[in-house]
């Protein structure tokens, strides 16, 4: 069973940048395709991006492609989101999820696809 800890959300300008960090404990980390989500006010959660297993594969949101981007470090069992040009908008609470996948090359769009989660950090941008 794995554990997860966000870390890295505060409040930025629009324009921007922020990393965020998912910190994995409890299990082996490189069994787990990872991915990024998040919950404005009022709105439900949506997916952001996902990484496969080996690192070889990810997938954004049409909404942050292009300014966003996921990656992993297996040997410190942890996932990052780097966030560029971040606008008021993108404005949430991120949570990283764990997917047990047996395919080093998959990654998962889906929540349900996702067995783990973690507590979320907040991001807020303004204006």
């Known amino acids: 069973q794995a554990q997860l800890v966000e870390s890295g959300g505060g409040l930025v300008q629009a324009g921007g940048s922020l990393r965020l960090s998912c910190a994995a404990s409890?299990?082996?980390?490189?069994?787990?395709?990872m991915g990024w989500f998040r919950q404005a006010p009022g709105k439900e959660r949506e997916f952001v991006a996902a990484?496969?297993?080996?690192?070889?594969?990810?997938y954004y949101a049409d909404s942050v492609k292009g300014r966003f981007t996921i990656s992993r470090d297996n040997a410190k069992n942890t996932a990052f989101l780097q966030m560029n040009s971040l606008k008021p908008e993108d404005t949430a609470v991120y949570y990283c999820?764990?997917?047990?996948?047996?395919?080093?090359?998959?990654?998962?769009?889906?929540?349900?696809?996702?067995?783990?989660w973690g507590q979320g950090t907040e991001v807020t941008v303004s204006s």
């Open positions: 999820a764990a997917a047990t996948s047996y395919n080093s090359g998959l990654y998962y769009v889906r929540e349900y696809d996702y067995d783990y």
């Open positions: 409890g299990s082996t980390f490189s069994s787990y395709a």
């Open positions: 990484i496969s297993r080996s690192g070889g594969k990810t």
